[in-house]
């Protein structure tokens, strides 16, 4: 089989953490017999310096045009005194939006070989981290209403979280049907003690309960959540949530691994295809320095396998492969805990050596 995939390696540590990835990939199309077909489209900070505008018209239609996208990250200080329609983050919000991709999936697994990574004492570390945040991505605060305007005492700024009982039952199905696979345990996160929005959420997520009586369902206040992740991680199997509170809490869990840089994550929509990035961002700071840890998006392009290609064994395969090697003790320097270290590049070769 061939499959087209659209690139965006975006800023910063982007463009190496990409071409990590498909060094993986391409490694796993020779050993299965699969063709995996590229093309590179420029978005964020890039695609304003070249040409003034964060998601030009080309880039969008390279996306729509592919089987899935690949993208490393956006964003960057250089960019951050632009207006909100035109900073690099819009690209990723337009990508998600135009392809139509509601529901974000970020697992977060805790290592066993890197228990000393994670900040979690030992006897919370010991009882495990298998978690995944099924987080709402084309709605509430992210696209609703916003806008400045002035009252008596001056300036002000709103933004509004806003969702329809269809988007909330499009994204809680999405939530019931992932824990059908994993462990059937279901946290709807919510904020229904003062937040209208949130007691349209539970309701909803009420009446869909109904329908899989077969999933362990319960809710979950959002400040709750953000202390029990820390308490006692090993309670959760997965989580559903909104686009803001997934955003926060699923920085928070990916902590409990050890590194942000391990976390990969899936946007899905209607159909097969998908976008595929890291959870982390650009990282201005080390970029260019060979110091990157790519296995977040080796790992975002193993869930495309699985979740777009339908290709089970081989997304497998490149999760082995990254155990593996982590547990033969190769380390990037953000999981080094201070000691030896390889590069980016030199981890690379190293999962692809396992495959
Ligand atoms: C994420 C990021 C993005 C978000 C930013 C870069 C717009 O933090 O994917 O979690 O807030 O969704
Ligand atoms: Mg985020």
Redesign the pocket.
Known sequence: MTYRITLVPGDGIGPEIVDSAVRVLNAVGQKYGHAFVYDTALAGGCAIDRFGEPLPDESLRKCLDSDSVLLGA??GPKWDGLPGHLRP?RA??GIRKELGLFANLRPVKLMKVLADASPLRADVAGRGVDLLIVRELTGGM?FGPRGRGRDETGENAFDTEIYSRAEIERIGRVGFKTARKRGKKLTSVDKANVLESSRLWRETMHELALEYPDIAYTDMLVDNCAMQLIRDPSQFDVIVTSNLFG?IL??EASQLTGSIGLLASASLGAGTRGMYEP?H?SAPDIAGQGVANPIATILSAAMMLNLSFGLKREADAVETAVEAVLAAGARTRDIAAGGAYVTGAEMTERIIKAL
């Open positions: 956006v964003g983050e990723l919000l992210y955003d699923s920085d959870i961002g």
